[in-house]
């Protein structure tokens, strides 16, 4: 049957879609903006939002599975509560859920906190679920590659606990593989939390070490303090978004995002090579 994906046109969904298409499903996007739904003639478009109603009822019919992926927003939480409630009147019971890494821990980061929300709603719902919980998005630093070539200084406040970055390839993948299996499994499937890492674990210190390396000139660390980096967010995002990057800063110094023992493993068999490092995007982004 087909496989609803939302957020679609995101740096995530777009992957998840190409990699369904690649696996012969029947895919389905639900997107605010069909003209920017760049798919194949074989994907269904169905236009609407996670607030309307009436649009995600119709975007539900047919379905079987459901990939739920909710942007950072102020009603994030609420989008996903109505979500999952009105795929559950619709009789989908397979979701795969993009959560975050220790969703369950990080209570006083808003929209890490409302992803645990959505986590208890799913368990204590009987959704047979698969929970995808990424590291930070080695992907984010397009965002800060002029900063770094153009001052010297990786601006971004991540510590010295060490995060293990995840390529948005590799959480687009993992999630097609699960969506597929348990779209065709021939019942529900137990509920499993799966961490999505990438294959090195860095620091703030060695990230700029990276970047040094590959322009061939020194790059420092701007420092653990978030406070500029809040300052820098608010520049383009609202002031609620900025000071929420704040709070996750503040979490990737205290606490980092350190894979548990095996997760590296676990995906390496999943997907069958090897996971896309840190390195590996700073080459092409350099090269870019």
Sequence with gaps: MTILVTGATGRVGR????????????????????????FPASVDVAQGDLLDIDSVRKAFAGV?????????????FTQAIITL???????????????VFEADDAVDVPHFAVKYGAE????????????????????????????????????????????????ARDVAEVAAIE??????????LPMETINLVGPDTLTGENIAAIW??????????????????????????????AYEMRLMAERYVSHGMIPKPGDVTRLTALLGRPLHSYREAVNALAAA
């Excluded at 879609?17 to 003209?35: C, F, G, H, K, S």
């Excluded at 001052?151 to 970055?165: A, C, D, E, L, T």
């Excluded at 020194?218 to 383009?236: L, T």
Aim: charge should be neutral; avoid cysteine.
């Design 120 to 167: 208890r709603m799913l368990e204590k719902l009987g959704f047979g679920a698969t929970i995808l919980r990424p590291a930070y998005f080695i992907d984010n630093d397009a965002m800060v590659k002029d900063v770094v070539v153009q001052h010297g200084v990786y601006p971004i406040p991540i510590g010295s606990q060490g995060i293990g970055m995840v390529d």
């Design 15 to 38: 992957h998840v879609v190409e990699q369904l298409i690649n696996r012969n499903a029947d895919v389905r996007v639900l997107t605010r903006d069909p003209a920017k739904a760049n």
């Design 85 to 99: 409630n009105l795929a559950r009147e619709a009789g989908i019971e397979r979701v795969v859920y993009l959560s």
């Design 64 to 76: 079987r599975t459901l990939f739920l992926l909710n942007a950072v927003s102020g009603d994030e």
């Design 212 to 241: 040094s390396d590959v322009l061939g000139r020194p790059i420092v660390y701007g420092g653990d303090d978030p406070s500029g980096f809040e300052q820098n967010m608010g520049r383009f995002m609202p002031r609620w978004m």
């Design 179 to 188: 969506l597929i299996r348990r779209d065709t499994a021939p019942g529900n």
